[in-house]
């Protein structure tokens, strides 16, 4: 399965997707801790990151669908106000 990465998640993988193999019925929280394991310098940072499905926020107990489209989205920092 292709991640897609944005912003910091980006910035440390060195790269703008990352394949990660995970068995069929896996969720969205076995890719979360597969993703951890496979690369490491993403582990903190996936704590505090949303996992999109299909264009769409997925919580940590959906089933990942064959074939899914999957987005890696860290929080945003903001800058200063005017």
């Known amino acids: 399965m292709n991640v897609r990465l944005f912003a910091r ?4 993988a ?8 995970l068995p069929a019925g896996a ?3 076995d890719l979360r801790r ?3 394991e496979e ?6 940072l996936l704590e505090r990151s949303a996992l999109a499905v299909n264009d769409q ?4 107990a959906q089933m ?3 074939g899914a489209e999957v987005a890696l ?10």
Do not use: C, K, W
């Not at 690369?39 to 903190?44: C, F, N, S, V």
């Not at 920092?77 to 005017?82: K, N, P, T, V």
């Open 57 to 60: 926020f997925a919580e940590d």
């Open 64 to 66: 990942l669908p064959p």
């Open 73 to 82: 989205l860290p929080p945003v920092s903001g800058g200063q106000s005017a």
């Open 34 to 36: 597969r993703i951890g």
């Open 14 to 21: 060195g790269a703008d997707t990352i394949e990660v193999n």
């Open 27 to 29: 969720t969205v929280h």
């Open 9 to 12: 998640a980006r910035e440390l």
């Open 39 to 44: 690369y490491p310098r993403l582990a903190a």
